[in-house]
Protein backbone atom coordinates (compact mmCIF):
# COMPACT_ATOMS: atom_id res chain seq x y z
CA UNK A 1 0.00 0.00 0.00
CA UNK A 2 1.32 3.53 -0.97
CA UNK A 3 1.35 5.61 2.06
CA UNK A 4 -1.52 8.05 2.69
CA UNK A 5 -0.99 11.96 1.70
CA UNK A 6 -1.84 12.52 5.39
CA UNK A 7 0.68 10.48 6.85
CA UNK A 8 3.90 11.49 4.79
CA UNK A 9 7.02 12.27 6.60
CA UNK A 10 8.26 15.95 7.23
CA UNK A 11 10.08 17.59 4.26
CA UNK A 12 13.09 20.33 4.87
CA UNK A 13 10.40 23.52 3.87
CA UNK A 14 6.67 24.15 4.05
CA UNK A 15 7.15 24.90 0.29
CA UNK A 16 8.30 21.17 -0.66
CA UNK A 17 5.82 19.73 1.25
CA UNK A 18 3.02 21.91 -0.63
CA UNK A 19 4.98 20.68 -3.76
CA UNK A 20 4.69 17.15 -2.29
CA UNK A 21 1.25 17.63 -1.69
CA UNK A 22 -0.11 18.87 -4.92
CA UNK A 23 1.86 16.26 -6.85
CA UNK A 24 0.93 12.92 -4.54
CA UNK A 25 -2.80 14.24 -4.90
CA UNK A 26 -2.84 14.71 -8.33
CA UNK A 27 -1.70 11.60 -9.14
CA UNK A 28 -3.87 9.72 -6.52
CA UNK A 29 -7.01 11.47 -8.12
CA UNK A 30 -6.57 11.01 -11.70
CA UNK A 31 -4.26 8.23 -12.34
CA UNK A 32 -7.14 5.53 -13.67
CA UNK A 33 -4.78 2.01 -12.99
CA UNK A 34 -7.29 0.12 -15.23
CA UNK A 35 -7.54 2.84 -18.46
CA UNK A 36 -4.46 4.98 -18.73
CA UNK A 37 -1.16 3.46 -20.17
CA UNK A 38 0.81 6.40 -21.71
CA UNK A 39 1.98 9.07 -19.20
CA UNK A 40 3.58 12.18 -19.91
CA UNK A 41 5.97 13.27 -17.11
CA UNK A 42 7.09 17.39 -17.13
CA UNK A 43 9.76 18.89 -15.88
CA UNK A 44 10.75 21.38 -13.06
CA UNK A 45 10.82 20.52 -9.14
CA UNK A 46 7.47 19.85 -8.45
CA UNK A 47 6.81 17.20 -10.92
CA UNK A 48 9.65 15.36 -9.47
CA UNK A 49 7.32 14.29 -6.72
CA UNK A 50 4.89 12.98 -9.48
CA UNK A 51 7.41 10.73 -10.76
CA UNK A 52 8.40 9.72 -7.00
CA UNK A 53 4.47 9.06 -6.72
CA UNK A 54 4.32 6.39 -9.50
CA UNK A 55 7.68 4.89 -8.63
CA UNK A 56 5.75 4.30 -5.11
CA UNK A 57 2.83 2.91 -7.12
CA UNK A 58 5.31 0.64 -8.94
CA UNK A 59 6.59 -0.79 -6.02
CA UNK A 60 2.74 -1.42 -4.03
CA UNK A 61 1.98 -4.91 -5.11
CA UNK A 62 -1.83 -4.15 -6.10
CA UNK A 63 -0.69 -1.58 -8.54
CA UNK A 64 3.15 -2.94 -9.84
CA UNK A 65 1.72 -4.99 -13.25
CA UNK A 66 -0.57 -2.12 -13.95
CA UNK A 67 2.43 0.36 -13.31
CA UNK A 68 4.80 -1.84 -15.15
CA UNK A 69 3.30 -1.27 -18.07
CA UNK A 70 3.05 2.69 -17.95
CA UNK A 71 5.26 4.27 -20.57
CA UNK A 72 6.39 7.72 -19.54
CA UNK A 73 6.85 10.34 -21.98
CA UNK A 74 9.57 13.13 -20.83
CA UNK A 75 9.85 16.70 -21.80
CA UNK A 76 13.33 16.80 -21.41
CA UNK A 77 16.68 15.41 -20.08
CA UNK A 78 15.40 16.18 -16.30
CA UNK A 79 11.76 14.42 -16.61
CA UNK A 80 13.86 11.19 -18.41
CA UNK A 81 16.18 10.83 -15.42
CA UNK A 82 13.01 11.31 -13.11
CA UNK A 83 11.82 8.28 -15.30
CA UNK A 84 14.59 6.36 -15.04
CA UNK A 85 15.83 7.03 -11.62
CA UNK A 86 11.67 6.21 -10.13
CA UNK A 87 11.84 2.66 -11.95
CA UNK A 88 9.05 3.74 -14.70
CA UNK A 89 10.10 2.61 -18.46
CA UNK A 90 10.78 5.07 -20.41
CA UNK A 91 9.27 6.06 -24.09
CA UNK A 92 9.15 8.55 -27.13
CA UNK A 93 6.71 11.14 -28.36
CA UNK A 94 7.97 9.76 -31.99
CA UNK A 95 6.50 6.23 -30.69
CA UNK A 96 3.50 7.10 -28.34
CA UNK A 97 2.22 10.58 -30.16
CA UNK A 98 -1.21 9.82 -27.86
CA UNK A 99 -0.68 10.17 -24.61
CA UNK A 100 -3.54 9.26 -22.20
CA UNK A 101 -2.88 12.10 -19.25
CA UNK A 102 0.22 14.48 -18.28
CA UNK A 103 1.27 16.34 -15.73
CA UNK A 104 3.75 19.24 -15.35
CA UNK A 105 4.55 21.98 -13.18
CA UNK A 106 3.83 25.90 -13.81
CA UNK A 107 5.75 29.63 -13.62
CA UNK A 108 2.16 31.22 -12.87
CA UNK A 109 -1.44 30.11 -13.57
CA UNK A 110 -4.30 32.72 -14.06
CA UNK A 111 -7.89 32.50 -12.94
CA UNK A 112 -8.62 31.14 -16.37
CA UNK A 113 -5.92 28.62 -16.28
CA UNK A 114 -3.72 29.89 -18.91
CA UNK A 115 -0.25 29.29 -18.00
CA UNK A 116 3.11 30.80 -18.12
CA UNK A 117 5.82 27.89 -18.32
CA UNK A 118 9.24 27.33 -19.10
CA UNK A 119 11.16 28.97 -16.19
CA UNK A 120 13.42 25.55 -16.45
CA UNK A 121 13.83 26.33 -20.46
CA UNK A 122 12.19 23.41 -21.39
CA UNK A 123 8.71 24.37 -22.79
CA UNK A 124 8.92 23.42 -26.24
CA UNK A 125 8.77 19.66 -25.51
CA UNK A 126 6.59 19.98 -22.32
CA UNK A 127 3.97 22.01 -24.91
CA UNK A 128 4.16 18.94 -27.33
CA UNK A 129 3.23 16.90 -24.70
CA UNK A 130 0.76 18.79 -22.33
CA UNK A 131 -1.38 19.40 -26.21
CA UNK A 132 -0.56 15.52 -26.78
CA UNK A 133 -2.56 14.46 -23.71
CA UNK A 134 -6.20 13.89 -23.14
CA UNK A 135 -5.84 15.18 -19.57
CA UNK A 136 -3.38 17.77 -18.14
CA UNK A 137 -2.99 18.18 -15.08
CA UNK A 138 -0.74 20.92 -13.56
CA UNK A 139 0.97 20.59 -9.60
CA UNK A 140 2.08 23.87 -8.40
CA UNK A 141 2.99 24.84 -4.83
CA UNK A 142 1.01 28.33 -3.64
CA UNK A 143 3.26 30.79 -4.95
CA UNK A 144 2.33 30.32 -8.49
CA UNK A 145 -1.13 31.45 -8.18
CA UNK A 146 -1.80 34.94 -10.16
CA UNK A 147 -3.96 37.43 -8.13
CA UNK A 148 -5.46 38.08 -11.30
CA UNK A 149 -3.45 38.55 -14.67
CA UNK A 150 -0.25 36.53 -15.79
CA UNK A 151 3.07 38.53 -15.28
CA UNK A 152 2.06 39.57 -11.60
CA UNK A 153 3.74 36.92 -9.64
CA UNK A 154 6.20 35.67 -12.80
CA UNK A 155 8.32 38.77 -13.25
CA UNK A 156 11.27 37.37 -15.12
CA UNK A 157 9.13 37.73 -18.52
CA UNK A 158 7.44 35.36 -21.07
CA UNK A 159 10.15 32.55 -22.29
CA UNK A 160 10.16 31.90 -25.61
CA UNK A 161 12.13 29.48 -27.47
CA UNK A 162 14.05 30.82 -30.23
CA UNK A 163 16.19 29.63 -33.28
CA UNK A 164 19.69 30.41 -32.33
CA UNK A 165 20.51 32.87 -35.74
CA UNK A 166 16.87 34.12 -35.42
CA UNK A 167 17.39 35.64 -31.89
CA UNK A 168 18.87 39.54 -32.71
CA UNK A 169 15.80 39.71 -35.41
CA UNK A 170 13.33 37.73 -32.92
CA UNK A 171 14.64 40.60 -29.74
CA UNK A 172 13.99 43.13 -32.30
CA UNK A 173 10.42 42.15 -33.46
CA UNK A 174 9.58 41.93 -30.01
CA UNK A 175 10.50 45.31 -28.33
CA UNK A 176 9.22 46.89 -31.88
CA UNK A 177 6.58 44.99 -32.91
CA UNK A 178 5.43 43.92 -29.59
CA UNK A 179 6.28 46.50 -27.26
CA UNK A 180 7.69 44.19 -24.81
CA UNK A 181 9.23 45.91 -22.01
CA UNK A 182 12.34 44.33 -21.62
CA UNK A 183 13.63 41.33 -23.38
CA UNK A 184 16.55 39.57 -22.10
CA UNK A 185 18.35 35.96 -23.98
CA UNK A 186 18.53 33.52 -21.15
CA UNK A 187 22.26 33.31 -20.05
CA UNK A 188 23.52 29.91 -17.81
CA UNK A 189 25.75 31.80 -15.68
CA UNK A 190 27.31 31.29 -13.20
CA UNK A 191 27.11 27.63 -14.90
CA UNK A 192 27.80 28.35 -18.00
CA UNK A 193 29.01 31.47 -20.15
CA UNK A 194 26.65 32.32 -22.42
CA UNK A 195 23.05 32.01 -24.09
CA UNK A 196 21.68 28.88 -21.93
CA UNK A 197 20.78 26.13 -24.87
CA UNK A 198 17.79 24.09 -24.59
CA UNK A 199 17.59 20.32 -25.41
CA UNK A 200 16.68 21.02 -28.72
CA UNK A 201 19.43 22.93 -29.12
CA UNK A 202 17.76 26.37 -29.46
CA UNK A 203 17.81 29.79 -27.26
CA UNK A 204 15.39 31.02 -24.73
CA UNK A 205 14.21 34.81 -24.84
CA UNK A 206 12.67 36.21 -21.75
CA UNK A 207 10.10 38.65 -22.71
CA UNK A 208 8.35 40.73 -20.14
CA UNK A 209 5.06 42.24 -20.84
CA UNK A 210 3.97 43.52 -17.59
CA UNK A 211 0.88 42.37 -16.93
CA UNK A 212 -0.68 39.99 -19.40
CA UNK A 213 -4.33 40.95 -19.89
CA UNK A 214 -4.74 38.90 -23.27
CA UNK A 215 -2.59 35.82 -23.02
CA UNK A 216 -4.35 34.20 -26.27
CA UNK A 217 -3.69 37.25 -28.21
CA UNK A 218 -0.31 37.48 -26.94
CA UNK A 219 0.85 33.70 -27.50
CA UNK A 220 -0.74 34.21 -31.14
CA UNK A 221 1.58 37.11 -31.86
CA UNK A 222 4.74 35.75 -30.34
CA UNK A 223 4.33 32.81 -32.26
CA UNK A 224 3.90 34.58 -35.71
CA UNK A 225 7.47 36.39 -35.37
CA UNK A 226 9.87 34.38 -37.78
CA UNK A 227 12.11 32.37 -35.36
CA UNK A 228 10.40 31.57 -32.77
CA UNK A 229 9.39 28.14 -32.12
CA UNK A 230 7.26 28.06 -28.91
CA UNK A 231 6.39 30.07 -26.57
CA UNK A 232 5.74 29.50 -22.91
CA UNK A 233 2.16 31.22 -22.74
CA UNK A 234 0.18 27.32 -22.26
CA UNK A 235 -3.12 28.36 -23.69
CA UNK A 236 -6.62 26.28 -22.52
CA UNK A 237 -4.26 23.30 -21.74
CA UNK A 238 -4.82 22.38 -18.56
CA UNK A 239 -7.61 20.70 -17.42
CA UNK A 240 -6.86 20.43 -13.60
CA UNK A 241 -4.24 22.90 -11.66
CA UNK A 242 -3.51 21.74 -8.02
CA UNK A 243 -1.90 24.45 -5.82
CA UNK A 244 -0.29 23.04 -2.41
CA UNK A 245 -1.05 25.11 0.01
CA UNK A 246 1.50 26.55 3.00
CA UNK A 247 -0.64 25.29 5.07
CA UNK A 248 -0.45 21.45 4.43
CA UNK A 249 -4.21 21.84 2.08
CA UNK A 250 -4.71 21.62 -1.21
CA UNK A 251 -7.28 23.72 -3.58
CA UNK A 252 -7.83 22.32 -6.84
CA UNK A 253 -9.00 24.79 -10.00
CA UNK A 254 -10.81 23.19 -13.01
CA UNK A 255 -13.20 23.91 -15.53
O1 LIG B 1 7.98 25.04 -17.11
C1 LIG B 1 8.79 24.46 -16.43
C2 LIG B 1 10.15 24.12 -16.92
O2 LIG B 1 10.39 24.65 -18.19
C3 LIG B 1 8.47 24.04 -15.05
O3 LIG B 1 7.39 23.17 -15.07
C4 LIG B 1 8.14 25.28 -14.26
O4 LIG B 1 9.28 26.14 -14.28
C5 LIG B 1 7.77 24.96 -12.81
O5 LIG B 1 8.86 24.48 -12.12
P1 LIG B 1 8.82 24.17 -10.57
O6 LIG B 1 7.92 23.01 -10.37
O7 LIG B 1 10.26 23.90 -10.22
O8 LIG B 1 8.31 25.41 -9.87
Not at 122 to 139: P, R
Not at 229 to 239: M, Q
Amino acid sequence: MVANVKDLPQLSSKLEEAKRTAAYNAVDQNINFEEHRIIGIGSGSTVVYVAERLGQYLKDPARHEQVANFICIPTGFQSRMLIKENGLQLGSIEMFPDIDIAFDGADEVDENMQLIKGGGACLFQEKLVSTSSKKFIVVADYRKKSPKYLGTNWKQGVPIEVVPSAYVRVTKDLETKLHAKKVVVREGTPAKAGPVVTDNNNFIIDADFGEIHDPKLLHTQIKSLVGVVETGLFIDNAEIVYFGNDDGTVSVMNN
